[in-house]
């Protein structure tokens, strides 16, 4: 063994994991990426071993702490999460909470030093309450007003659990502002790539965006240095709803929203549509964090929300 | 492009296009007047402490407009109950002009970049106050703000706004309704709901706003960090200087 940074990770092909290995160059002395994951990852890489595990299945803690051991892995990154809706709750349930469990254990009987968690501020929830810079000791209102993260937060609060109870490991939790780029395929990044916009009429929320490549930044930081606690990652810009349109050159559809909310419902429940319609709250409420702590701590300032919407939208 | 802040506010649409208006439905409109029992610091923040009344914040907006020309920076920020910020193009208007969420935080992240904020402890409870019930003031929470004069390390100035009741007359509200709609009530007024949005415009009535005089609350609790009882009693201090306010300014 030559001492470089061996780091271990679950979820190589949500983006987090994706990202963290596209980029491998900006880890220094890297030596060894232990990749946990039921799909190869996507990135070849002579540093990168693959393990097929499917975090839903019972007792996967004891083939991963196995592996952890003999890897003599140093940093752990717990990237797998589902960021669009599946109807299959059940199966999200297993690897999401259950999942968690399971790493954490594997983390503990394999004495890991560091454990990040990939989290979002839609843990936060999408409520108007939510229209206010919100520091990392905010409420959690996700299970009320996003049901389909639960799961997340309580993978959240588990984490946050396991940080109180094992002082021994360097826990950090990133809770991301909305990523938005044109390789992201998730509810808001889809939404703003199309001509036509759907609007709430007498709503223009506010967004903060993240660049994934400044995301990635505070990723490698966390795995290879200390950086206990909970951070929230967000830009110190906001830009509203109507500002995307006009920047993107987009054609707003203003809809009534209590009418369309409760069709858009019977749409869901009747098994169309692939969003689920909390998600619409997105068109009427803001989600703004603060992110000040994050960016004192690790030493980054990521790029304006502007310049990732500039970015996305193709225009100067 | 707007230019916003965190919390929504566009300095461009509030200086130079909802001013004006708000000029002339508080000067013109609402014949408000405006009092200072003493002159303020103009080289501090301040937390204002109002009485509140209405369905609509109206009250927030009359005091934003009214005490710009005492401010250190304005606007004044007033920190808002957090159903309006439901309400479709309300909600939406009030962001825009400044307004924010009441909480803490809020309050002191504003004071920390040098804006006043007004703070209105009655709360939906003031809200809700029929046309009989306006002269009354509800509880003022639990010493929110006293503990936010002490962290902040600044003065709070008692607000007595008069006239508002008068301008929305709430009969009577439907609470079962307002809360099946996400709202704390629903208002009944002459005009409102029968007149659909247009019965929630203000009746043009006579406003009265009298400003009292800045309240060192480490000086009244003696300490940074008081006991319980002693905010409780700072904050009754507070709301008895604020009802005091009101009455002159109803007379």
């Known amino acids: 063994m030559s001492g470089g940074l061996r780091i271990a990770l679950t979820g190589c092909n949500a983006v987090i994991g994706r990202k963290c290995l596209e980029n491998l160059h900006l880890f220094e002395r890297l030596e060894r990426v232990v990749v946990f994951d039921i799909q190869p990852p996507a990135v070849q890489d002579k540093r990168v071993i693959y393990y097929q595990i499917d975090l839903a299945q019972p007792g996967v803690e004891q083939e991963m702490a196995s592996v952890l ?3 003599a892995v140093e940093a752990f990154l717990h990237a797998a999460f589902f960021w669009n809706t599946t109807r299959d709750s059940e199966w999200a349930h297993e690897v999401e909470s259950v999942g968690t469990d399971r790493v954490l254990a594997s983390v503990i009987e394999a004495k890991v030093k560091r454990f990040v968690l ?14 206010t810079p919100l520091a990392e000791t905010a409420p959690l209102f996700a299970p009320k007003t996003l049901p389909p993260w639960r799961d997340k937060v309580e993978a959240d609060i588990k984490v946050q659990r396991f940080a109180d109870e ?93 009418p369309f909310s ?8 009747s098994g169309i549509g692939e969003v689920h319609p909390a998600f619409l709250n997105f068109l009427r409420f803001s989600l703004i964090v603060d992110g000040r702590k994050a960016q004192k701590e690790f030493g980054i300032t990521p790029r304006s929300t502007l310049e990732t919407v500039r970015e996305f939208l193709g225009v100067p | 492009m707007k230019r916003l802040d965190l919390w929504g506010f566009d300095s461009e649409f509030y200086f ?3 001013s004006p208006k708000i000029e002339f439905l508080t000067k013109k409109y609402l014949s408000c007047e405006v009092r200072f029992l ?12 109002s009485n509140r009344a209405g369905f609509l914040p109206l009250d927030a907006v009359i005091a934003q407009h009214v ?6 920076k304005p606007p004044l920020r007033p920190l808002l109950e957090d159903y309006v910020f439901t309400l479709p193009y309300i909600g939406l208007f009030l962001q825009r002009i400044g307004c924010v969420r009441a909480s803490k935080e809020n309050a002191l992240r504003l004071l920390e970049m040098g804006y006043s904020v007004v703070a209105f402890p009655e709360g939906a409870k003031g809200a809700s106050k029929t046309l009989l019930e306006g002269k009354n003031l509800m509880r003022f929470g639990r010493g929110g703000i006293v503990r936010l004069a002490l962290s902040s390390k600044v003065k709070l100035v008692p607000l007595g706004i008069a006239g508002v009741e008068k301008a929305y007359p709430m009969l009577f509200r439907l609470d079962r309704i307002g809360k099946a709609l996400g709202l704390p009530f629903l208002p009944v007024t002459p005009f409102f709901p029968f007149l659909g949005p247009l019965g929630l415009f203000p009746l043009p009535t006579k406003i009265k706003v009298v400003v ?40």
């Open chain 1, 118 to 131: 990939t989290s979002s501020a839609t843990v936060y929830g999408i409520t108007h309450r939510n229209a």
């Open chain 1, 69 to 71: 051991k003999d890897e």
């Open chain 1, 262 to 269: 409760s069709f858009y419902r019977i749409l869901w429940a």
């Open chain 2, 16 to 18: 130079e296009k909802a």
């Open chain 1, 166 to 258: 094992h002082k021994e490991i360097s826990v950090t939790i990133i809770r991301s502002a909305v990523l938005l780029h044109k390789s992201i395929d998730r509810f808001l990044s889809r939404t703003f790539a199309q001509r036509f916009l759907p609007v709430f009429m007498g709503f223009d929320p506010i967004f903060q965006f993240v660049h994934p490549d400044d995301l990635v930044l505070f990723y490698v930081k966390a795995l290879s240095e200390d950086h206990r606690g909970v951070y929230n990652v967000a830009p110190e810009d906001v830009i509203a709803l109507s500002d995307i349109i006009k920047l993107g050159n987009k054609i707003a559809i203003p809809l009534p929203h209590v």
């Open chain 2, 212 to 251: 009292g005089s800045p309240i060192d609350c480490l000086e009244l609790c003696g300490s940074n960090e008081p006991s319980e009882p002693v905010i409780l009693k700072v904050n009754e201090t507070i709301r008895s200087k604020v009802l005091d306010l009101l009455l002159q300014g109803s007379r």
């Open chain 2, 67 to 72: 005490l710009e020309p005492a401010l250190s």
């Open chain 2, 38 to 49: 003493e002159p303020l610091p103009k080289d501090t923040p301040l937390i204002f402490v």
